[in-house]
């Protein structure tokens, strides 16, 4: 059975500084995808950014980037220049990639404030 | 693109009645998905398609939900008879195997059961 853990529940950040909110996941399948979704008080889900467990370099999309530890099982979402407006809830997910099921997996969450 | 379409945002209805949730994937997705979430328990795949057939069902509370997907175009989620503890916010997502394989949800739909 796939998990996601998200070891904290709160995170506060000073604004402009960077942050990291961690994620370990565990899963028996060779090939997954990695993610990380926003969602601020509005309640829409954003999607950020996507890892594949075979891509050689860690993915980055402007400010986010997610700092990938294959052996570790570990998928750490940093945001840089930390902005007021990246205060949300932040979620992991995993999808296993597999050719009889498809389904995203999503941890706990991380509620991360911005303080100006 | 006009994104996954959910209706309605909001729906408040009174325990035992019939509760349907509406979703219209984006065009050229085959997979979609719908997700309960709560305080209590977070974001709990319920039921997810493939080319509009139910592939994974095991998420589903209980017989009282039940989701149909008739064309690739249209799905619903109905509770029969609804719970307060059915309260929360149901999401549709829809995605490809192309690209990013990243999901788009839909804006949700807020049920609340008195």
Redesign the interface.
């Known amino acids: 059975a796939q998990k996601i853990t998200q070891t904290q529940p709160g995170m506060f950040v000073q604004e402009k500084e960077a942050v990291t909110l961690d994620c370990t996941y565990d899963t028996s399948d060779p090939s997954y ?1 990695l ?1 990380w ?1 926003k969602q601020p008080s509005s ?3 954003i ?1 950020l950014i ?1 890892q ?1 467990s075979y891509d050689q370099q860690n993915a980055t999309e402007g400010r986010y980037s997610l700092n990938f530890q294959k052996a570790r099982k570990s998928a750490n979402l940093v945001i840089s220049a930390s902005q007021l407006g990246d205060s949300a809830m932040y ?1 992991c997910a995993m ?1 296993e ?1 597999g050719t ?10 991380t509620s991360l404030s911005v303080i100006p | 693109d006009a994104g996954v379409i959910q209706s309605p945002r909001h729906e408040v209805t009174e325990m035992g009645q019939e509760v349907t949730l509406r979703c219209k994937p984006i065009s050229g997705h085959d ?1 979609l ?1 719908w ?1 309960r979430q709560t305080m209590m328990r ?2 709990e ?1 319920l039921i ?1 398609f ?1 080319n509009n057939v139910p ?2 069902d095991s998420g589903m509370p209980e017989d009282r939900f039940s989701a149909k997907m008739p064309n690739a175009s249209f799905s619903t989620l109905k509770i029969q008879p609804s719970e307060p503890r059915d309260s929360a ?1 149901y ?1 549709c ?1 829809s995605s490809s ?1 192309e690209g ?6 839909g ?2 739909t ?1 049920l609340t059961v008195v």
């Open positions: 995808g993610f979704y309640g829409e889900m999607f996507y594949g979620f999808r990639v009889s099921y498809d389904k995203v997996i999503f941890g706990p969450g | 997979y998905f997700y977070g974001l795949l997810y493939n592939i994974d916010v999401f997502a195997l990013d394989y990243g999901y788009t949800f804006s949700g807020r």
